[in-house]
Structure formats: C-alpha cells, structure tokens
C-alpha cells in the first residue's frame, strides 16, 4: 500500500509525527485518513502499540484524531514536524493541489504553529507581501512569486 504520508515518519519519535499530524491537520494540510493510515502502520509494527497510537487509529472523526494526536505530542520536536509539513506544502503546490496564495499563507501559519525560528515566519510573511504587489499589478510577476515560494519552501522545510 502507498503511504499517504511521509516517509520520514516511518522512523519518527511517536511524539514529533503527532505533531506533525496534529499541525497538519489543525491548519488543512493533511486529511485525518494520513493519520489513522500511519497509526494503524505503527499498531501493526509493534507488539505492544502505545494506547495513544491505538486512540489516534480508532479516532471516529476529525475532532476526535485532533484530541488524540495532541494528546500524544508530549516531548515532541515540533521545529521537525514543522520543517516536514513545509515539505509537504511544497509537494502540494508542486502538484497543483494548493494555490501559491494558500501555500505562502499556510506556511506562515506552520511557522508559527510549529514554533519554527521568526525567521522562517517573516520569510513566508514577506512572500505573502510580495503575492499582494504581484496581484495588484505593483511589483513582480506571478511566475516569479512562485520562483521564490519554491525557493522559501525548499529552505526552510526538510526532505521528507
């Protein structure tokens, strides 16, 4: 079966790959299915899965899986998390499933969320700026907008 969600989650602490289905999810990146898919992976890998790994699979709805993967984040490392689903934004707008308004706007809110440097927030933040000159015909061109979304992206997030 194709994963539906990264690879390097495989190998993640439980904690950081809960953050990063928590986030993820809380902000519309990623679908609940990704996060049952992958606890139900770990349920199967392990001879005694953690009960919160249990609680995220059986998770009846998006509301419950949000309550189980927060509450399955404990010493997570969140700025990894958040470097991952950068990543992510990048594979989605790459595949056309985002718009280069709604990737520059949710990566802001993953710096944030994440608890990634102000740096990466202000770099996103600046990005944005530069969609709204672009848009209202001010400064720069769509093409390159997106030019330098890629780039930001490809900076700050990591391979997945």
């Not at 079966?1 to 809960?18: E, Q, V």
């Not at 001879?47 to 189980?68: M, S």
């Not at 927060?70 to 990543?87: E, I, K």
């Not at 770099?123 to 000159?133: I, N, P, Q, S």
Request: proline share 2%; hydrophobic share 45%.
């Amino acid at each position: 079966m194709d994963a539906t969600y990264p690879t390097c989650l495989d190998t993640a602490d439980d904690a950081t790959a809960c953050a990063f289905f928590w986030t993820g999810l809380a902000l519309g990146i990623l679908h609940v299915d990704a996060s049952k898919e992958w606890a139900y992976a770990r349920i199967d890998a392990r001879d005694a899965p953690a009960i919160e790994i249990i609680e995220i699979a059986t998770a009846r709805d998006r509301n419950g899986a949000l309550d189980a993967l927060q509450a399955a984040t404990g010493d997570a490392d969140w700025q990894t998390a958040g470097r991952w689903l950068l990543r992510e934004l990048l594979v989605q707008f790459r595949s056309g499933g985002l718009s280069a308004h709604e990737t520059s706007w949710t990566a802001m809110r993953v710096a944030s969320t994440a608890r990634l440097p102000m740096e990466v927030y202000y770099a996103f933040d600046g990005l944005d700026d530069e969609r709204v000159l672009v848009a209202n015909g001010i400064f720069g061109t769509a093409a390159g907008f997106e030019a330098d979304l890629v780039e930001t992206l490809e900076r700050y997030s990591s391979a997945a």
